[in-house]
């Protein structure tokens, strides 16, 4: 089974940077979809980031510009840089992976996550 483990998390002021990790192991690391998503008390999930076995990347809204969601192949890593952090980042964020449902050269990802991280938590200070 793939397994998902995030890392990086922590307390940083605003205006700040933290760059979490997520080390994928149990499958190939290549033709996957994949995504951070972050979750606060009493809200849904939402999708932050999101990267394809193309390399194509999605972000929300409120974060493009600021950061940045990338694969370090190298050591079977999903990256996300975040930068000028504002404090409504303050949340858990979790690492999700998904088989790849296109061809080579052609990503389809489906939008749903089969396997997610334990989460790690991002704190933003005013």
């Known amino acids: 089974q793939v397994q998902l483990v995030e890392s990086g998390g922590g307390s940083v002021q605003s205006g700040g940077s933290l760059r979490l990790s997520c080390t994928v192991s149990g499958n190939r690391y290549s033709r996957l979809c994949m995504a951070w998503f972050h979750q606060v008390p009493g809200k849904e999930r939402e999708g932050v980031a999101s990267i394809d076995s193309d390399g194509n990347t999605s972000y929300a809204d409120s974060v493009k510009g600021r950061f940045a969601i990338f694969q370090d192949n190298a050591k079977s890593t999903l990256d996300l840089q975040m930068n000028s952090l504002k404090p409504e980042a303050t949340a858990m964020y979790y690492c999700?992976?998904?088989?790849?449902?296109?061809?080579?050269?052609?990503?389809?990802?489906?939008?749903?996550?089969?396997?997610w991280g334990q989460g790690t938590q991002v704190t933003v200070s005013s």
């Open positions: 999700a992976v998904d088989r790849d449902r296109g061809t080579y050269g052609r990503s389809y990802c489906r939008g749903a996550y089969d396997y």
